[in-house]
């Protein structure tokens, strides 16, 4: 079993930053493959950028791509997501998901195990 907790959401102002963290409890935190999601209102959730196992391979949404960037601590069971430059249309519910899969199935949407959320809201 694995435990995610996410932290760092919040209000932002359009063009701002913030940083989430997703804490992960549980051994073998380095066999699974990390991601994160988002949920908007009355949206399906998406995709929005992984890590693989080892953090030589990340992977970005074209919306988020140059402007996220993801990375992870295998010794600290951690991995983060800073946002920087931010739009109106990245307000979600952020979610930290932990994947031992491949990363075509984790594009569609799949994981093992997924966080409770933290919202985040950019204001225009």
């Known amino acids: 079993q694995v435990q995610l907790v996410e932290s760092g959401g919040g209000l932002v102002q359009t063009g701002g930053s913030l940083r989430l963290s997703c804490a992960a409890s549980?051994?073998?935190?380095?066999?699974?493959?990390m991601a994160w999601f988002r949920q908007a209102p009355g949206k399906e959730r998406e995709f929005v950028t992984a890590?693989?196992?080892?953090?030589?391979?990340?992977y970005y949404a074209d919306s988020v791509k140059g402007r996220f960037t993801i990375s992870r601590d295998n010794a600290k069971n951690t991995v983060v997501l800073q946002m920087n430059s931010l739009k109106p249309e990245d307000t979600a519910v952020y979610y930290c998901?932990?994947?031992?899969?491949?990363?075509?199935?984790?594009?569609?949407?799949?994981?093992?195990?997924w966080g409770q959320g933290t919202q985040v809201t950019v204001s225009s």
């Open positions: 998901a932990a994947a031992d899969r491949t990363i075509a199935a984790i594009f569609r949407g799949e994981s093992d195990y």
């Open positions: 549980g051994r073998s935190f380095s066999q699974y493959v």
């Open positions: 890590i693989a196992r080892g953090g030589g391979f990340t």
